[in-house]
């Protein structure tokens, strides 16, 4: 995936970002609620080498923030952040990864969510080390700072698959609760799915237990198939205070 539309938290516009006709940029453009109109295109992230190959953006439901992280055939990998009005420069994003885990398009390993208040936005990614390919890469942002100077030393969870490599992975905020669903699909031979919770603290994993969800998948090295799985969290409507004056 190589474009991603977002709904802004406040503004009720849009924004849409996308790899531009040179594979040296990633574009933008805004959409307009009020007239129904999008802005003309726009740089918002350039690449130092190598094709944007995957890319995801991720919006703050209390603000007009959105997130953006993004992975590209020399396996570097960058996050960036929308402020409503164009990409935020101060805080600076964390450095770039250069060894990212590699995989096959249509797979995508990289992801953002949004906690339900809007506080800060986690994102998720795999790194190449053998050491490190099971596990979920991450860093967060809380709006006035970033948890980590490098995606390269980003914090880690623990094993999400006991030892095959993760090779498709995509986040879920609830809306409900300050909690993240992540799935998982590891490397071909093994094709299994996965779960993973994250409560903005730390990630629940539990690789041989019921947090396998199925081991027969047909995804083949993560992502053969345009997709292999989904999740959703329920929605509903919460009971109402009343009060008898």
Wanted: hydrophobic residues 35%; glycine residues 8%; aromatic residues 12%.
């Amino acid at each position: 995936e190589v474009f991603d539309f977002v709904w802004e938290g406040s503004s009720g516009d849009g924004l849409v970002v996308y790899r531009q006709a040179a594979q040296t940029q990633f574009q933008y453009r805004n959409f307009t609620s009020a007239t129904n109109s999008w802005s003309t295109n726009l740089t918002f992230f350039t690449l130092n080498g190598g094709v944007p190959t995957e890319m995801r953006l991720c919006a703050d439901p209390t603000s007009d923030y959105v997130g953006f992280i993004r992975h590209d055939s020399t396996d570097d990998g960058n996050v960036q952040i929308w402020t409503g009005t164009q990409p935020e420069t101060t805080p600076a994003p964390p450095t770039e990864d250069t060894d990212l885990e590699p995989n096959t398009a249509p797979a995508v390993n990289v992801d953002c969510s949004w906690a339900v208040n809007g506080t800060n936005a986690t994102f998720v990614f795999v790194s190449n080390p053998g050491a490190n390919d099971d596990l979920i890469s991450y860093v967060s942002y809380n709006k006035t700072a970033w948890s980590a100077a490098a995606l390269a030393t980003p914090q880690r969870s623990g094993s999400v698959t006991g030892g095959p490599s993760i090779e498709r992975l995509k986040s879920y905020a609830s809306p409900a609760r300050s909690e993240i669903q992540l799935l998982a699909f590891d490397a071909a031979g093994s094709n299994d799915l996965f779960s993973a919770l994250f409560n903005f603290t730390n990630w629940a994993v539990n690789p041989a237990g019921n947090y396998l969800l199925e081991g027969t998948t047909s995804c083949g090295a993560g992502g053969a198939a345009t997709s292999c799985g989904d999740f959703s969290w329920d929605q509903y409507d919460l009971s109402p205070n009343i009060s008898i004056v």
